[in-house]
T-cell receptor
Framework: QKEVEQDPGPLSVPEGAIVSLNCTYSNSAFQYFMWYRQYSRKGPELLMYTYSSGNKEDGRFTAQVDKSSKYISLFIRDSQPSDSATYLCACTGGGNKLTFGTGTQLKVEL | GAVVSQHPSRVICKSGTSVKIECRSLDFQATTMFWYRQFPKQSLMLMATSNEGSKATYEQGVEKDKFLINHASLTLSTLTVTSAHPEDSSFYIC?????????????FGSGTRLTVV
């Protein structure tokens, strides 16, 4: 079993839709949870960063962490074609190593 | 914000030759640098972690003699793929981190597409 599980998609939605992306994890030591966006043939860029359980909002993006169920989510409101990318969740216990999910490929269509 | 420059972005080499990939932190000092490998539609797999001036720590299953990592300064790390073979073809991504701030502070390079023919 992988430490971080993520549905690889692909996920296709119409422009303006609300997108829900999710990951589950198994390591109870994870304390920090990140969402990265990766465009094709590029490195990941940090979208959201959350420590422990709770919600965090930044513009159209909301990250949620539920440590009791080991479940993390990213919501994208009013999705745009420019949001089309692969979204990777990542977790760490605070040491150096990030553990990534497989990434979910998202396509927002006009 | 923090910027990590990775070069080259694409490289094609013949089987048996060696290829060097550079990773530079442009506006911060990277105490730790990371090298990842990513296959199509798969996640980033950590290959090794390096700290300036010390030997890299390789993940299980990664051949240290094949993937040579040098972290010569606080702004530069290199990955050399020695005696490359077609199965080494992949997308290699570096990441640099300044200090130790929980899960924060990782900046990624734009990646290098290696094709071994």
């Amino acid at each position: 079993q992988k430490e971080v599980e993520q549905d690889p998609g692909p996920l296709s939605v119409p422009e303006g839709a609300i997108v829900s992306l999710n990951c589950t994890y198994s390591n109870s030591a994870f304390q920090y949870f990140m969402w990265y966006r990766q465009y094709s043939r590029k490195g990941p860029e940090l979208l959201m960063y959350t420590y422990s359980s709770g919600n965090k909002e930044d513009g159209r993006f909301t990250a949620q962490v539920d440590k009791s169920s080991k479940y993390i989510s990213l919501f994208i409101r009013d999705s745009q074609p420019s949001d089309s990318a692969t979204y990777l969740c990542a977790c760490t216990g605070g040491g150096n190593k990030l553990t990534f999910g497989t990434g979910t490929q998202l396509k927002v269509e006009l | 914000g923090a910027v990590v420059s990775q070069h080259p972005s694409r490289v094609i080499c013949k089987s048996g030759t060696s290829v060097k990939i550079e990773c530079r932190s442009l506006d911060f000092q990277a105490t730790t640098m990371f090298w990842y490998r990513q296959f199509p539609k798969q996640s980033l797999m950590l290959m090794a972690t390096s700290n300036e001036g010390s030997k890299a720590t390789y993940e299980q299953g990664v051949e240290k003699d094949k993937f040579l990592i040098n972290h010569a300064s606080l702004t530069l790390s290199t990955l050399t793929v020695t005696s490359a073979h077609p199965e080494d073809s992949s997308f290699y991504i570096c990441s640099a981190r300044e200090g130790d701030r929980g899960g924060y502070g990782y900046t990624f390079g734009s990646g290098t597409r290696l094709t071994v023919v």
